[in-house]
T-cell receptor, first 121, second 107 residues
Framework: GAVVSQHPSRVICKSGTSVKIECRSL??????MFWYRQFPKQSLMLMAT?????????EQGVEKDKFLINHASLTLSTLTVTSAHPEDSSFYIC?????????????????FGPGTRLTVL | KNEVEQSPQNLTAQEGEFITINCSYS?????LHWLQQHPGGGIVSLFM???GKKKHGRLIATINIQEKHSSLHITASHPRDSAVYIC?????????FGTGTRLKVLA
């Protein structure tokens, strides 16, 4: 099955620093990757859609200058949390979209990474 | 009203019990995704289904497109099944997630 990795799995940083999180599709190419944020005991909240070779599309209320997304290749997207603040502490999850179009049907699937737990002190 | 609703929100079961988690949605879709999230946070894809029924081990997922309803069943539940189960519906370019069902299976 399709595998998505994230690195690092856990990071602790000081307030004011920047943190980069990588999301890789290991055995397939993904033109679209998604970045989610999850607070404890809450559902995933979509932050942005990352398209290879173009600018990311951010959801309403997500600061694009705060959360920089780069989708440099078909297998790698990065999320950089700039000038991190304790409120940015959260669980960040990426997913890679696979859209398969057949003659009679199509499937639209997302494969999720294991997540990155960010703690800002 | 959420576009994707799950029930129950929380469920505690004894080991061996048959478990059912329900998902109802209001957005028009062609498929539905069941996900499992363990306490560590990682998300595992369980099923992607667009009609009928799928089975994998002790897990069974069914969907009724006309009624906009899907169920996830766990037979002979085990403590290692304890996790949050989430249904997700592809809609335009993204997923709409259910609120999740927190399952705890007691030994």
């Amino acid at each position: 099955g399709a595998v998505v990795s994230q690195h690092p799995s856990r990071v602790i940083c000081k307030s004011g620093t920047s943190v980069k999180i990588e999301c890789r599709s290991l055995d397939f190419q993904a033109t679209t990757m998604f970045w989610y944020r999850q607070f404890p005991k809450q559902s995933l909240m979509l932050m942005a859609t990352s398209n290879e070779g173009s600018k990311a599309t951010y959801e309403q209320g997500v600061e694009k200058d705060k959360f920089l997304i780069n989708h440099a290749s078909l297998t790698l997207s990065t999320l950089t949390v700039t000038s991190a603040h304790p409120e940015d502490s959260s669980f960040y999850i990426c997913s890679a979209r696979v859209l398969r179009t057949g003659v009679f049907s199509s499937t639209d699937t997302q494969y999720f990474g294991p997540g990155t737990r960010l703690t800002v002190l | 009203k959420n576009e994707v609703e799950q029930s129950p929100q929380n469920l505690t079961a004894q080991e061996g019990e048959f478990i059912t988690i329900n998902c109802s949605y209001s957005v028009g879709i062609s498929a539905l995704h069941w996900l499992q999230q363990h306490p560590g946070g990682g998300i595992v894809s369980l099923f992607m289904l667009s009609s009928g029924k799928k089975k994998h081990g002790r897990l069974i997922a069914t969907i009724n497109i006309q009624e906009k309803h899907s169920s996830l069943h766990i037979t002979a539940s085990h403590p290692r099944d304890s996790a949050v189960y989430i249904c997700a519906v592809p809609f335009t370019y993204k997923y709409i997630f259910g609120t999740g069902t927190r399952l705890k299976v007691l030994a």
